[in-house]
């Protein structure tokens, strides 16, 4: 039997480039004890994808040169030697850029369904973003009623979990997005108070006026002169969970400047700023998909997936999280579910 996969053929400089990654096909090899082999349905593309391709200091080991390219999926169990994972058996978590994943025991488990969520919307949802969300905004910014919560990339997968959280916690929400229709859309469907579109007005002057009593929580996943214009409006003793730095995945050389200016500003006002990655929480995801499993029975939560077809347009596909592209958590149809 054989697959398609994606390998990592040179890591990028700057921005993914053509020849990055190379499509090839390959023969699947046997299984030993403990793995299963996975029919991939869909594929996460997300931001850290980029890390990963990289040699720079990271939370994981770097994807080897000539390595199948690592990425979150769902899929369905075809053959096993896993006690645990029967055939037919849908599950998620962690694989590979590819139409199969040869699963050792404990990357991936099974995904129970709710009632009327699809599997694009449930992996969407209660995969790594929903996580992010959950014990991003919970444990480190620790909103409370009545307190202004800021969200870049609000239209992307996390934010626009984070800024519903936000509202069912009692917060002011603001989210940051490109575009009218994204804007538009956390507004009028998701329930944000106030949207900011970055590309057609200045941050700065829209929080000063949408939030002129300052910001307690900054849920930062973009990074650069957006994270710059909401640190300098922060409020003493605010939050920021500092998710991602989106907007310099690509950048090469030094990519901290302006770093005095923000210590100080972090000194000065008692700031509490945490980097953390959703693994960090593994151990409370059962937590974390029953919270926002209850959410999204009630109707307080929804989410968009921006799903693309072809696993052979991957790396066009990934793209677009680093040039606004996706709107909502963007995913690969890589088999029919």
Request: charged content about 25%.
């Amino acid at each position: 039997m054989q697959r398609q996969v994606w390998k990592l053929a040179s890591r990028p400089e700057g921005d993914i480039s053509d020849g990055d990654l190379r499509y090839e096909t390959e023969e699947i090899a046997p299984l030993k004890d403990g793995e299963a082999l996975i029919q991939t349905l869909y594929l996460s593309l997300d931001p850290t994808n980029r890390i990963w391709m990289s040699d720079r200091e990271q939370y994981m080991p770097p994807v080897e040169l000539g390595a199948a390219m690592r990425g979150g999926i769902a899929g369905r169990v075809l053959e096993s030697r896993n006690p645990d994972l029967a055939e037919g058996t849908i599950v998620a978590g962690l694989g590979e850029w590819a139409t199969h994943v040869t699963a050792p025991a404990g990357t991936v488990s099974p995904m129970a369904l709710p009632d009327g969520v699809d599997l694009a919307a449930a992996f969407g949802t209660f995969g790594g973003v929903g996580m992010t969300a959950y014990f991003g905004l919970l444990d480190i910014g620790q909103p409370k009623e009545g307190e202004t919560l800021v969200v870049s990339a609000a239209a992307g997968g996390v934010g626009q979990i984070v800024g519903q959280i936000g509202k069912i916690k009692g917060c002011k929400v603001i989210g940051i997005a490109g575009g009218p229709e994204k804007c538009g859309w956390i507004t009028d469907d998701l329930g944000f108070d106030h949207a900011i579109d970055y590309k057609a007005e200045d941050v700065g002057e829209a929080l000063d006026r949408l939030a002129p009593e300052g910001i307690d929580i900054d849920f930062e996943n973009v990074g650069g002169p957006i994270m710059a214009a909401v640190l300098e409006r922060m409020k003493t003793f605010g939050r920021i969970p500092l998710c991602g730095l989106i907007s310099q995945y690509n950048e090469t050389g030094q990519t901290q400047g302006g770093a005095p200016a923000f210590w100080e500003t972090m000194l000065m006002r008692r700031l509490t700023v945490r980097g953390f990655i959703v693994t960090d929480f593994a151990p409370r995801f059962a937590e974390g998909a029953a919270a926002l499993g209850g959410w999204m029975a009630e109707g307080r939560l929804k989410t968009r997936q921006d799903v693309r077809k072809d696993l052979a347009k991957a790396d066009e596909h990934v793209k677009l999280l680093y040039s606004g592209g996706n709107f909502g958590k963007l995913l690969v149809e890589v088999s029919e579910p």
